[in-house]
């Protein structure tokens, strides 16, 4: 396995550190370097990603804000593809995002920015004697169950097809249910932040999916809250 204890010792353990401000991603780096590990470094969501996708990790810093593709989406697009490495997801303090929608997009634990280096040293080796384990958030609002592992959505008993981007809008309602999620937040989880097509393109993917998880159970649940955006109840 690793060392968990001994400084300066090669113990095999592979980190990913995804961090766009680049004077912390080095200090970082050093300060992991310097415990034994061997770290990779990525600079923005998209290299973060594709870095995770090709080599394996004992486990990943990632940060929230990032540039080409933000954190929580570089982590749920990793858990959809069936990877459940580690993750220590940094969030900026300011409040703009909910510190437990880390935890929701499928990270094992979150630090505040800015925070302490021994502290980030405990959670990792925390983080990494626990392992990666298998741990799908499946998501329901009422009837409907909503798996993200798998890329599923079912009512009842019936399995019901998505295609990735109606499945992507699907999961940002369900993890708000009963609560108005705007147009602009599910362009920003769906499409890249750098998309700037034309935001109509999520109301043609809302008509799909009441066509889909609705209209066949003769139901309502997916409702457009006029000015603010769209909401699914239960
Ligand atoms: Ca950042």
Redesign the pocket.
């Known amino acids: 396995m690793f060392a968990l204890g001994g400084p300066r010792h090669a113990s095999g353990v592979r980190i990913l550190v995804v961090?766009?401000?680049r004077r912390l991603a080095e200090l970082l780096k050093d300060g992991l370097t310097n415990e034994g590990f061997a770290v990779d470094l990525a600079h923005d969501g998209r290299e973060g990603l594709w870095m995770a996708t090709e080599q394996p990790y004992d486990v990943i810093v990632l940060?929230?804000?990032?540039p080409s593709l933000h954190g929580y989406e570089v982590c749920t697009r990793l858990r959809e593809a069936g990877n459940w490495t580690p993750i220590l997801m940094?969030t900026?303090k300011d409040g703009e995002y909910d510190e437990a929608e880390a935890l929701d997009t499928g990270a094992d634990d979150y630090l505040a920015k800015p925070f302490s280096y021994v502290v980030l040293l405990a959670r990792l080796r925390a983080l990494m004697r626990r392992g990666g384990r298998e741990r799908p958030t499946v998501l329901t609002v009422g009837d409907l169950r909503v798996d993200p592992a798998g890329l599923k959505c079912s009512r009842g008993d019936i399995q019901i097809g998505l295609t990735p981007k109606e499945f992507a809008i699907l999961h940002c309602l369900a993890r708000h249910p009963g609560e108005v999620v705007s147009k602009s937040e599910l362009l920003a989880r769906a499409w890249d932040f750098a998309y700037d097509g034309d935001s109509n393109v999520v109301e043609v993917y809302i008509s799909a999916l009441r066509r889909k998880i609705d209209k066949p159970f003769g139901r309502t649940s997916l409702t457009t809250v006029r000015g603010a955006g769209y909401r699914l109840e239960a």
């Open positions: 961090e766009d401000e940060d929230v804000m990032l940094l900026a």
